[in-house]
């Protein structure tokens, strides 16, 4: 399904809970965020956006844990673009894309975000980083 959708200035942030279930209620609060702005549950984008906030809420709580720090969830619509950004306390350890190892069960997380966005990265914050992902609208 072919789709175009406008969502200039609208943003949603909101912490969470560095835990799995905080992690899990990222992804379905970006789901429910992104029905408001008029991106339909089960749609090809609302399920790109919630499989990457997934990801990447999951490495927030795995690998960016500070103990008695919360993750940050940003959703920001520009123009033709919607930014995903989740921000952790642990600046130190920043996202890579690793080979897969045969047979493995992980790992494969920032391998569906780079297949999936159309582009991401890392950025530097005062406390922690921000690893940020962006997909067209226009699909």
């Known amino acids: 399904m072919n789709a175009e959708i406008t969502l200039v200035g609208n943003e949603f942030v909101q912490r969470f809970s ?3 279930r905080g992690a899990r209620l990222a992804r379905r609060l970006a789901a429910h965020q992104l029905d408001e702005w008029g991106v ?3 749609s090809e984008l609302s399920d790109d956006v919630t499989l990457i906030v997934s990801e990447l809420a999951a490495n927030a709580v795995l690998h ?3 103990p008695g720090r919360d993750f940050e969830l940003r959703l920001a619509a520009l123009a ?3 930014r995903i950004e989740v921000s952790d306390a ?5 996202p890579e894309i690793r080979p897969s190892r045969p047979g493995a069960e992980s790992g494969f997380g ?3 975000v780079a297949a999936l966005a159309t582009s991401w990265g890392v950025k530097d914050r005062v406390v ?3 690893v940020w992902a962006e997909l067209a609208t226009a699909r």
Do not use: C, I, M, N
Request: glycine share 18%; net charge positive; no cysteine.
């Open 90 to 94: 642990r600046g130190e350890r920043e």
């Open 40 to 42: 339909p549950y089960g």
């Open 110 to 112: 920032l391998h569906l």
């Open 128 to 130: 922690g980083k921000t």
């Open 80 to 82: 033709d673009t919607l």
């Open 64 to 66: 960016g844990l500070v």
């Open 18 to 20: 560095a835990t799995r």
